[in-house]
């Protein structure tokens, strides 16, 4: 059973468009939602994180929405760029001492055209 | 400074074989996690360090799997009688390991890439 499931698979979107990933989730135990950037060949990067006590939270062109009672978080990246072509993953975890173990959604291709 | 390391960066092995695959942490940090990325696929947890406290070994798919981590330093990921099933990227992760803290962010090496043939 996926914990987080994350939609689209695939993206395409024009140079300046606005990008949008969802993700929703099922344990309300979790309260840390971080979105991870990954290029080919390598590993995730942090791009933008929002705990449950907020319902927005924005970082330059990167906007993370949340709806805590719907249980779902989306991604908007504004004016897209074809440097931002890559796998956008949404992720969660829960308060277990030390250990934050992430729990992953499927990932979106985002493709932006020039 | 440095980031986190991982090698081999690729690795072809025979099934049945044995593997080991290595985990260099980012210094001074104290939690240190092994995840695996199946190729389309989102990234699953496998084993979690935190200095010398007892590992999360709850994500381990199978006793073919073992992990070891001495202290806050390298971490080895070893595969025994390898399977086709066991390719995959393996992604080593670390983090500074604040107790109680929601945002210690996990910094991810560039993976191993495993292929059994």
């Known amino acids: 059973q996926q914990q987080v499931k994350q939609s689209p698979q695939s993206l395409i979107v024009q140079k300046g468009g606005i990008s949008i990933i969802n993700c929703a989730y099922e344990?309300?135990?979790?309260?840390?939602f971080p979105w991870y950037q990954q290029f080919p060949g390598k590993g995730p990067a942090l791009l933008i994180a929002?705990?449950?006590d907020v319902s927005e939270k924005k970082e330059g062109r990167f906007t993370i929405s949340f709806n805590k009672s719907a249980k779902q978080f989306s991604l908007h990246i504004m004016d897209s760029q074809p440097g931002d072509s890559a796998t956008y993953f949404c992720?969660?975890?829960?308060?277990?001492?030390?250990?934050?173990?992430?729990?992953w959604g499927l990932g979106t291709s985002l493709a932006v055209n020039p | 400074g440095a980031g986190v390391s991982q090698s081999p960066s690729n690795k072809v092995t025979e099934k049945g074989k044995d593997v080991e695959l290595r985990c260099d942490p980012i210094?001074?940090?104290?939690?240190l996690y092994w995840y695996r990325q199946r190729l389309g696929q989102g990234l699953e947890f496998l084993i979690y360090?935190?200095?010398?406290?007892?590992?999360?070994k709850s994500g381990l798919p199978s006793d073919r799997f073992s992990a070891e981590r001495t202290g806050e330093s390298v971490s080895t990921l070893t595969i025994q009688r390898t399977q086709q099933e066991d390719s995959a990227v393996y992604l080593c992760?670390?983090?500074?390991?604040?107790?109680?803290?929601?945002?210690?962010?996990?910094?991810f090496g560039p993976g191993t890439r495993l292929t059994v043939l």
């Open positions: 360090f935190q200095g010398n406290s007892a590992p999360d």
């Open positions: 992720a969660a975890s829960k308060d277990a001492g030390n250990n934050r173990k992430l729990i």
């Open positions: 929002i705990r449950p």
């Open positions: 210094s001074g940090h104290t939690a």
């Open positions: 992760a670390s983090s500074i390991g604040l107790a109680g803290s929601s945002t210690d962010t996990q910094y």
């Open positions: 344990n309300t135990a979790f309260d840390y």
